[in-house]
């Protein structure tokens, strides 16, 4: 226990909506989230004004239940089309940001079995 209350995971690239966090842990219980490249850049450039004594910066983790994930502004699933293209499927019928996941993703979850 390091004494964390939550991570902000900024993405490397640019452009694209970071894909969800994979994994899991039952022994982590701290918010975590990924934001894009360029919003970890906003908040590193916010972290490099703070004071000694006041960073000046907060942050609140939560979601926008009107806003899903894997979708562009006006609600519309994203396709995967990675560039470069990588081996296997470049082009499926949804990105990988879609949450939950979809049964047309470009692989196999283990969350889309049928009973």
Not at 3 to 31: F, K, R, T
Not at 32 to 56: F, M, N, Y
Not at 62 to 87: E, F, I, K, S
């Amino acid at each position: 226990d390091a004494g964390a209350i939550g991570l902000i995971v900024a993405d490397n690239v640019a452009g694209a909506p970071p894909p969800g966090l994979g994994g899991s842990d039952p022994g982590i219980h701290i918010p975590v989230v990924r934001v894009t490249l360029e919003d970890g850049q906003a908040l590193k450039q916010a972290i490099a004004r703070r004071s000694r004594t006041h960073s000046g910066l907060f942050a609140n983790l939560g979601v926008n239940l009107a806003v899903r994930a894997g979708t562009d502004p006006l609600g519309r699933v994203l396709m995967y089309a990675p560039r470069p293209n990588q081996p296997g499927s470049s082009v499926s019928h949804y990105d990988t940001s879609a949450t939950p996941n979809q049964l047309m993703e470009p692989a196999i979850n283990a969350d889309l079995t049928h009973e």
